[in-house]
């Protein structure tokens, strides 16, 4: 167990819906990463935040947007979804920055977009 | 643009032999390095991490290896165990950068 906990595991949904993915990160760690994992992609950096303030952004998409709020826990929002944003998306946390130290990642929440 | 690719999508290794996974990366500014496991249906889980300023670190049964002259990066697992079946990733970032991962290598443990 990382000691970090993703929420929901499982999420089928229909296109043009919105979802909402949650991440409890380990006690004390101050940042929080968001990956997207498609069978095609490998696992594709989406955004960092630090403290509750982005830090750094990978190629997320326009319809998607995240925050971390002042418990430090975050929540991946997805709307307008579309058959090609079924993926797992994993939560990671850290105590600092990318180069501190090792990311823990969660379990993964899988969205099915029919 | 900056990137992570390994060379072998897939490695059959035989119990008990040593397992070799490579990765290139081409982002110069980038001074960590760290190799992950996915075992199926988990999420991704540390190995070993190197800094740009060593070339060689060891843990248990594992080896990362850093060539920064032609930007490589290796990860030897010695006495390969069933266990070790999973996809291995390197990642690389630099300070407050991005902890980009490469594409994935399937080992595959035969008996």
């Known amino acids: 167990d990382s000691g970090v906990t993703q929420t929901p595991k499982h999420l089928i949904t229909a296109t043009g819906q919105r979802v909402t993915l949650r991440c409890s990160p380990r006690?004390?760690?101050?940042?929080v990463y968001w990956y997207q994992q498609s069978l095609d992609q490998g696992l594709q950096f989406l955004i960092q935040y630090y403290n509750g303030e982005e830090r750094a952004k990978g190629n997320i998409l326009e319809r998607f947007s995240a925050q971390q709020f002042p418990d430090l826990h975050s929540e991946l929002n997805l709307s307008s979804l579309e058959l090609g944003d079924s993926a797992l998306y994993f939560c990671a946390s850290s105590k600092d920055g990318p180069n501190t130290g090792e990311l823990f990642f969660g379990e993964g929440s899988r969205l099915t977009v029919l | 643009g900056e990137s992570v690719g390994l060379h072998l999508p897939t490695l059959s290794v035989q119990e008990g032999d040593n397992s070799i996974i490579n990765c290139a990366y081409s982002?110069?500014?980038?001074?960590?390095f760290i190799w992950y496991k996915q075992e199926s249906g988990k999420g991704p889980q540390f190995i070993i991490d190197i800094r740009s300023n060593m070339d060689k670190r060891q843990g248990q049964r594992v080896t990362v290896l850093l060539n920064k002259t032609v930007k490589h990066l290796s990860l030897q697992i010695a006495a390969t165990q069933p266990g070790d079946s999973a996809v291995y990733f390197c990642?690389?970032?630099?300070?407050?950068?991005?902890?980009?991962f490469g594409a994935g290598t399937q080992v595959v443990v035969t008996p």
């Open positions: 990642a690389e970032t630099s300070s407050w950068g991005k902890l980009q």
């Open positions: 982002n110069s500014a980038s001074d960590y």
């Open positions: 006690s004390g760690d101050l940042s």
